[in-house]
């Protein structure tokens, strides 16, 4: 039996940039999206921030290498269930 590599783990980067992109974009365009009105959570601030300023370069990358690595994930998976 051949080992193969597993594509999971560009799949979990690409879907975890794609997530960055998407609470950054909405961030930049609603800025009180997340936020509660009567408490302050220093740690949502921090992460909508973190969002806010990298999300171009996240959905750049992340968007396509996403996409990428789950179609080739899903191809490999035909190749060995036709194989067999």
């Known amino acids: 039996m051949k080992s193969?590599?597993?594509g999971a783990v560009t799949i979990f980067i690409g879907a975890l940039l794609t997530v960055i992109f998407v609470v950054?974009?909405?961030c930049?365009?609603?800025p009180g999206a997340f936020l509660?009105?009567?408490r302050?959570?220093?740690t949502l601030e921090a992460?909508?921030?973190f969002c806010r300023n990298w999300y171009i370069p996240a959905g750049i990358i992340g968007i396509p290498m996403f996409l990428i690595s789950l179609l080739l994930d899903?191809?490999?998976d035909a190749k060995e269930k036709s194989g067999s």
Do not use: E
């Open 24 to 26: 950054g974009l909405i």
């Open 40 to 42: 302050y959570d220093y």
């Open 36 to 38: 509660s009105p009567r």
């Open 47 to 49: 992460f909508c921030t």
């Open 4 to 6: 193969r590599k597993s």
């Open 28 to 30: 930049s365009k609603n």
């Open 74 to 76: 899903l191809r490999r």
